[in-house]
């Protein structure tokens, strides 16, 4: 092989690991224009965000969603900080660095902080162990928790006022109970029919469909649209028949725009669509002999006016599966397991802003949240 046969291959691992350096789209292409060009193709942006005011740092983030003004929202775990990481609060301190954040932050397109609340110095109850965020239409913020305790979803004003909570604090019982849920771990709101959706979640193994004002149950089901049941689930078989029932954790709920729901069954390597009243559509699988903790943990839908292609989380194989919406095949992946920008650990949610920008956030030791650019085609 020669130098030059090796120069060119060394530039293609660099492109497909997302480090490389490509022209963004200009001002006058359309998103749609850019989904068709390049849909399996980002670069990081390793500038986003800025550092964090006040001395602080990150825990585990374990949601990340995006409002009207492209504005991104993460939710991450203060008590997941170790006290060598704020050091700073011990007593006596260990160093100047650092605080953990609030659990909730804002941040501007430009990945300034907008303002942040919610954690541990919070006045009123809070979750031991926060998980997913969703934004929806009303600019309302709501939030869940897998913990053991954290049997509640909430609904906050942008300034993290509560405007409802749904559940009741360290009480499930079971996934057909109707007033308590079951360590929820994802939200989605359809705002026309003024409902939220629950992926409920570590505890519980179905979608629940609550009133987005009044927290009044409305409908739940399970794998396939059945009744969802509790009963002990066997180790996951690659080679065995797709399960019957969800796994644990029910991880995601994501609305299409054409009315659809798409649930990701974490440990069951698949996701699952629905119609909104619980249809059983179809499923696909993604990397189906991954074992643990499964390969299907997020979900997201490209922006265009089709949606055209669906974004997958997948914290086991660190990285992000890229699928033709329509028939839920795999048509490419971003990144790969590693601590540099563009890499992943536990890549545990995304989230796409309206300009095409996919912003994912990490849990365990990855502890931060990442953008990737859209780029064309070279």
């Keep these: 092989m020669n130098d030059k046969t090796i120069y060119s291959a060394l530039l293609l691992t660099i492109a497909l690991l997302g480090a490389c350096t490509h022209t963004t789209p200009s001002n006058t292409e359309s998103i749609e224009e850019y989904i068709t060009l390049a849909p399996a193709q980002f670069q990081v942006d390793p500038f986003w965000p800025k550092p964090l005011p006040n001395n602080w740092i990150l825990g585990q983030v374990a949601g990340v969603a995006v409002d009207a003004n492209d504005h991104v929202w993460i939710i991450q775990r203060p008590g997941s ?13 260990l160093g100047e660095c650092c605080a953990p954040a609030p659990s909730v932050i804002e941040f501007d397109t430009e990945g300034n902080v907008v303002q942040a609340w919610g954690g541990l110095d919070s006045t009123q109850q809070w979750f031991k162990s926060e998980h997913g965020i ?26 993290g006022k509560i405007l409802l909570q749904i559940g009741t604090w360290g009480i499930s019982k079971g996934s057909n109970n109707t007033s308590y849920l079951g360590r929820p771990a994802d939200i989605a709101v359809d705002i026309q029919a003024n409902e939220v959706y629950v992926a409920d979640g570590y505890g519980n193994r179905r979608i629940i469909v609550f ?14 649209g059945k009744m969802p049941d509790d009963l002990p689930l066997p180790n996951y078989d690659p080679t065995a028949p797709p399960r019957s029932t969800f796994g644990n954790p029910v991880h995601a709920v994501v609305l299409s725009s054409d009315g ?12 699952q669509v629905f119609q909104k009243d619980g249809t059983f559509i179809k499923e696909g699988a993604v990397a189906k002999p991954t074992r643990s903790m499964g390969s299907a943990w997020d979900i997201e839908l490209s922006r265009d006016s089709s949606q055209t292609y669906l974004y997958l989380a997948d914290g086991v194989n660190k990285k992000v599966w890229i ?5 839920l095949k795999v048509i490419g992946s971003l990144g790969h397991g590693g601590r540099q920008a563009g890499q992943f650990g536990w890549i545990h949610n995304l989230a796409m802003d309206s300009k095409g920008n996919l912003y994912t956030t990490e849990v365990e030791t990855g502890k931060r949240v990442q953008k990737f650019n859209p780029t064309p085609n070279p």
Aim: aromatic share 10%.
């Design 211 to 224: 009133n987005a004002t009044t927290g009044e149950y409305k409908r739940h089901w399970g794998a396939y």
């Design 323 to 327: 699928l033709n919406r329509s028939d």
């Design 134 to 159: 969703y934004v929806d239409a009303a600019e309302n913020i709501w939030i869940g928790g897998n913990a053991v305790e954290d049997q509640v979803v909430l609904k906050l004003s942008k300034q």
């Design 260 to 271: 659809f729901v798409y649930i990701a069954d974490r440990t069951s390597n698949r996701i």
């Design 81 to 93: 900080v170790t006290a060598e990481e704020a050091g700073a609060i011990q007593n006596p301190p």
